[in-house]
Structure formats: C-alpha cells, structure tokens
C-alpha cells in the first residue's frame, strides 16, 4: 500500500516556475514508478511524465517536453515535477501515481494522490 500527498501548486503567471512534490508513505516506495497526470475542467485526465523506481527512465507528454522535469529522491520517499516557461494551457489539478510498472497510461497507475491546483494566468 502507497499513499501519495501532493504540494506546491499555486498561481503562477504564464512564463514562471512551480515544483511540485509528491510524498509517498510506505518502505517500499522505492520499488515504485512514479508519474504526474493532469486534469483540466471539462477534459479528461492526460499523462504528464514519469520516472522509473531507480530513477534512469523518465518518459514525457510532448507538450510538457523541454519544459518540465520529473526527479525523485528515494531516501526522501518523494518526486518531484519542476515546470518551467508554464503556460496557461498548463492550468489543471496535477495528481501524483505511483506503479509497479513504468508506462504512460492511466490504467496502469494504482495509487494515486488527492491533486494539486496549479493554475497559470495570462
């Protein structure tokens, strides 16, 4: 069993940079990958990155690629997603997953947080 908490959303204006954590409970955390999807009000909820248990994968959505960077400290039980030149399309709750599987869909991912907002105005 892995519970995951969220944190550092906010608002941002277009152009800055949030972090965002992810704590995970739990002493096999480690054994884990990790991945941020993203909802935006009225549409489905959409992969983001995510990072293998030993942290030497990372795979991400194209429209975050070069922008944002997912990392994951594993004595500290935590990922991270850092997001840089955000734009306002970037706006939705952000929600942390944690899997015995590295993928990018939804359906493979089996612990999930309660989401962050981040909201990113023009």
């Known amino acids: 069993q892995v519970q995951l908490v969220e944190s550092g959303g906010g608002l941002v204006q277009a152009g800055g940079s949030l972090r965002l954590s992810c704590a995970a409970s739990?002493?096999?955390?480690?054994?884990?990958?990790m991945a941020w999807f993203r909802q935006a009000p009225g549409k489905e909820r959409e992969f983001v990155a995510a990072?293998?248990?030993?942290?030497?994968?990372?795979y991400y959505a194209s429209s975050v690629k070069g922008r944002f960077t997912i990392s994951r400290d594993n004595r500290k039980n935590t990922v991270y997603l850092q997001m840089n030149s955000l734009k306002p399309e970037d706006t939705a709750v952000y929600y942390c997953?944690?899997?015995?599987?590295?993928?990018?869909?939804?359906?493979?991912?089996?612990?999930w947080g309660q989401g962050t907002q981040v909201t990113v105005s023009s």
């Open positions: 997953a944690a899997s015995r599987v590295l993928g990018v869909e939804l359906k493979t991912y089996d612990y």
């Open positions: 739990g002493r096999t955390f480690m054994r884990y990958a």
């Open positions: 990072i293998s248990w030993i942290g030497d994968s990372t």
